[in-house]
């Protein structure tokens, strides 16, 4: 089974303790969500209308700057299981490291797969994915530098799942091209992954192979609710990239009074390197906090942003 953070109850299973006692930074989820938008019995009784999807694509395309066609799905899983669908297998090439789904999903798909580590590794390929900014290390490439090597490929994927608190790097804000299609994550940035609600954005011809693969109703009433009411509030999104800001460098101020060395990261997560990750995972886990290793890189481990006050004096004690 490919790693992936969360699944406390395997944390807890291997390493003992209540769910309820653990603190899960294993992920990128923002631990302070979104203050949940009331959700009426309609939602729940009725199937989603394509009224509720315009507002949402409304909202969405308000917070995120653009005029780009929009379409929402189940998350932004929901569109890497399908991009291999788009068409005929060819050569995906990736940069990475990177999120395991999308090698996974192509190699599945029967596509010749390959990971490049540099973005001009990814040129003639039919189909370049870069996650921008990176899962796990950060890595970034403005916008120009997504156009130049979009004139390189047949299709450029940008996952922007962790785009939210940088804004700047976002493609979607200037103009669209027919080659380019991005993908949003809702669940990150607003704290509420398990909503099961992301975006992709791109030419209208691209979204309608992928609506035709998703089928009707891709996306559920309540998250159709919830991500329009979330998606529509500016202030608290302006508060929440500023706070996040704010939290890293402390995070990082932590770990490096442990000894740890950045690596690098975004407002959702920071990596590091803490010499034998698997020792401090486990050392951490002791105290019922979860984090995220890498089978490949032996001495990185990556750690959520905490959210409440109780949460960091959790970690204060944690690490060294």
């Known amino acids: 089974m490919r790693q992936h953070g969360g699944d406390i109850e395997a944390a807890a299973a291997r390493f003992g303790g209540a769910r309820g006692e653990w603190l899960d930074l294993s992920t990128g989820i923002n631990r302070r969500p979104y203050l949940l938008a009331a959700v009426g019995p309609e939602h729940w009784r009725e ?3 394509a009224a509720a999807s315009a507002r949402l694509v409304a909202a969405a395309r308000r917070a995120y700057g653009t005029d780009w066609p929009i379409l929402p799905l189940a998350g932004a899983q929901a569109a890497i299981q399908l991009l291999p669908r788009l068409a005929g297998a060819g050569r995906a090439a990736i940069l990475g490291p990177t999120y395991n789904e999308y090698a996974a999903a192509f190699l599945s798909g029967g596509w010749h797969v390959e990971r490049a580590t540099e973005p001009r590794g990814l040129s003639g390929s039919d189909i370049a994915i870069v996650v921008n900014p990176n899962n796990p290390d950060g890595r970034r490439l403005p916008p120009e530098r997504l156009s ?6 047949g299709l450029l ?3 922007e799942s962790f785009a939210d608190p940088h804004p700047e790097l976002s493609v979607v804000r200037g103009a669209g091209r027919a080659n380019v299609l991005v993908l949003r994550s809702f669940g990150k940035f607003y704290g509420l992954a398990g909503l099961r ?3 992709a954005i791109g030419a209208e011809t691209l979204l309608a192979g992928l609506a035709g693969l998703a089928g009707p109703w891709p996306v559920s009433g309540p998250a159709l609710a919830v991500g329009t009411a979330a998606l529509a509030d500016d202030a608290w999104r302006e508060r929440m990239i500023a706070r996040l800001a704010q939290d890293a460098v402390r995070l990082d101020d932590m770990a490096a009074s ?3 060395r950045l690596l690098g990261g975004t407002a959702l997560f920071r990596l590091f390197d803490v010499g ?3 020792a401090v995972q486990a050392m951490l886990a002791g105290q019922r906090i979860w984090t995220r290793s890498f089978d490949y890189a032996p001495g990185w481990l990556r750690l959520g942003i ?3 006050e109780p949460e960091w004096r959790r970690v204060g004690g944690g690490p060294g």
């Not at 130049?148 to 490929?153: E, F, G, N, R, S």
Request: proline share 12%; glycine share 16%.
């Open 157 to 159: 994927v940008i996952d």
């Open 306 to 308: 905490p959210g409440p």
């Open 148 to 153: 130049d090597l979009a004139d390189t490929v």
């Open 47 to 49: 199937l989603p209308t």
């Open 258 to 260: 442990a000894g740890w």
């Open 197 to 199: 609600l992301g975006f």
């Open 276 to 278: 034998d990750a698997g």
